[in-house]
């Protein structure tokens, strides 16, 4: 019996001595082929990917909702959002000025968007957060520093920090829907007495970080309307940006414009003209320029602004702040532009008959080309969902002006953003 228990120790050894020189000739074999062995120790210890989901309603979506999704991103491998249907929407906080279907498309041409889940719910239930990680595997939901409270007083994240799967961003400050709405009413309402304010320029008054006090006035939107608070930094910019040229040789295709209150139309269009070309460079115009061009009370948003949102855009790979609203010869030669195009549908779709047609040099150049805009929707279309159901957001405003404030003046300091 003791023979035979020696016998198998041997054998055991043997097969171990074996199996080691095996694993021996396999690494050697990808050691001899280039092969890297702290990587392939690395990919064995690798774990699978963390997978975070961020929801929201994205309404009205500016660079606020694009940092707060970098954010999220940062926290895992994957990022999963949901888009809250229009209908939850209603219930728990009046009418969304742009519907479902263009929503779900600003959210997906978000750059650090992975995945998205549309008609999800305002709160998350029990159901709900079932699937989440059973069918879409997150591992975590995340939320911004700012309380969300259901119409019934209770936190619509209460299961998931129960559930401790719940993690915290940084709120970005100095813009919600809620302040842009507001803007968009005051515009409105300035334009009818603008004369009794010497026609002075709203849109001066927002760039510059001013908030008008038109306290009540019977307008509804009173102090609790914050405009413009927005501090721009280096920082942000870098954090938005690629970070990265075009190649030697890459075909350049260079569009501009105000892209105000940034939405499904601006996005579709990009992801047209990205497609014609291997770098996609988009020229904003200033303040001053829109504001010659549309009206003393535009843009809604300012140049920073607007620059954010439209660097979120996965479909662009850089941007011109201020850019000149004529394309020169000496800016195609400096950025080595091999097309330049404009939408057919745009707030200035008459530029042929300007005194000074903007393009008139890649025109004569014949690198100028006008495509067709997948969406019938300008900045004017946008205002114009707010001018005609005023008396619902203005609603909608006075109630979220209060939840506001109270953010504003009960905040801490959250670190990291």
């Not at 001066?204 to 405009?227: C, I, L, M, N, Y």
């Not at 000149?324 to 097309?339: G, Q, W």
Request: proline share 4%; net charge neutral.
């Amino acid at each position: 019996m003791a023979s035979d228990g020696s016998s198998q120790s041997e054998k055991a050894k043997m097969v171990a001595t074996w199996l080691g020189v095996a694993v021996g000739v396999c690494l050697l074999g990808l050691y001899l082929k280039g092969g890297d062995l702290d990587q392939w120790r690395r990919m064995r210890r690798k774990k699978k990917k963390v997978r975070v989901y961020m929801d929201g309603c994205f309404d009205m979506m500016h660079y606020g909702h694009c940092n707060a999704l970098r954010q999220a991103r940062a926290l895992g491998d994957e990022l999963v959002v949901g888009v809250v249907s229009d209908a939850e929407i209603i219930a728990n906080k009046g009418p969304p000025v742009t519907p479902l279907h263009e929503r779900m498309i600003m959210v997906k041409a978000v750059k650090w968007v992975d995945e998205v889940i549309p008609d999800a719910p305002y709160a998350i239930t029990e159901d709900f957060m079932k699937k989440l990680f059973e069918e879409y595997n997150i591992d975590y939901i995340i939320h911004g520093d700012d309380p969300c409270v259901l119409p019934d007083g209770t936190d619509a994240y209460a299961l998931a920090k129960k559930a401790g799967r719940y993690k915290q961003i940084k709120r970005t400050e100095g813009v919600s829907s809620t302040d842009i709405v507001g803007r968009m009413l005051l515009c409105t309402r300035e334009r009818s007495i603008s004369d009794s304010h010497n026609h002075s320029s709203l849109q001066r008054q927002f760039s510059h970080g001013h908030s008008p006090k038109f306290e009540d006035r019977g307008s509804g939107t009173g102090a609790g309307t914050r405009v413009s608070h927005f501090l721009p930094t280096s920082r942000r910019i870098v954090q938005f940006s690629n970070g990265k040229g075009p190649g030697p040789d890459a075909r350049i295709v260079y569009i501009d414009g105000a892209f105000d209150l940034f939405h499904a139309g601006h996005v579709e269009i990009l992801r047209v003209a990205r497609g014609l070309g291997d770098f996609l460079l988009v020229g904003i115009h200033n303040d001053q320029t829109v504001s010659a061009k549309r009206g003393a009370h535009r843009p809604i948003m300012n140049l920073h602004e607007r620059s954010l949102s439209v660097l979120a855009c996965r479909y662009v790979d850089e941007v011109i702040i201020g850019a000149p609203s004529e394309v020169s010869k000496d800016m195609i030669t400096t950025f080595n532009i091999s097309l330049v195009v404009h939408g057919t549908v745009a707030e200035n779709i008459e530029y042929e008959k300007e005194q000074s047609n903007p393009y008139a040099v890649p025109i004569s150049m014949g690198i100028f080309e006008v495509l067709e805009s997948p969406l019938d929707i300008t900045t004017s279309t946008i205002i114009r969902r707010i001018v005609a159901n005023h008396e619902a957001y203005q609603k909608r405003n006075e109630k979220k002006a209060e939840s506001e404030k109270r953010y504003y003046e009960d905040k801490t300091y959250v670190s990291g953003d």
